[in-house]
Nanobody
Framework: QVQLVESGGGLVQAGGSLRLSCAASGNIGSIRTMGWYRQAPGKQRELVAS???????DYVDSVKGRFTISRDIAKNTVYLQMNSLKPEDTAVYYC?????????????WGQGTQATVSS
């Protein structure tokens, strides 16, 4: 079992910044990849950024150059630094952990944190 607790959402004006945090606990040694997804009203959930256990990162094109995913191994925490925010970044952001179970990945999710960008 893995538990994920997010924090750091809020309301910010366009061009501003937010930093999201995701603290992991439980069987964290089994985590293969962690990532941030977002879901805007009426839209499907999409992967925003991910980081592997070897610190390889990946981003959706729409956030490249603006968002940075990182992790603090000692704190078992993953961060998403979001700069130059746009109104279209408004969404509920979910932390995700993928755990390898031998036959495939199992997804753990946080409760979500709202990020709202005003124009």
């Amino acid at each position: 079992q893995v538990q994920l607790v997010e924090s750091g959402g809020g309301l910010v004006q366009a061009g501003g910044s937010l930093r999201l945090s995701c603290a992991a606990s439980g069987n964290i040694g089994s985590i293969r990849t962690m990532g941030w997804y977002r879901q805007a009203p009426g839209k499907q959930r999409e992967l925003v950024a991910s980081i592997t256990s070897s610190s390889s990162t990946d981003y959706v094109d729409s956030v490249k150059g603006r968002f940075t995913i990182s992790r603090d191994i000692a704190k078992n925490t993953v961060y998403l630094q979001m700069n130059s925010l746009k109104p279209e970044d408004t969404a509920v952001y979910y932390c995700n952990a993928k755990v390898w179970l031998g036959v495939g990945d199992y997804d753990y999710w946080g409760q979500g944190t709202q990020a709202t960008v005003s124009s």
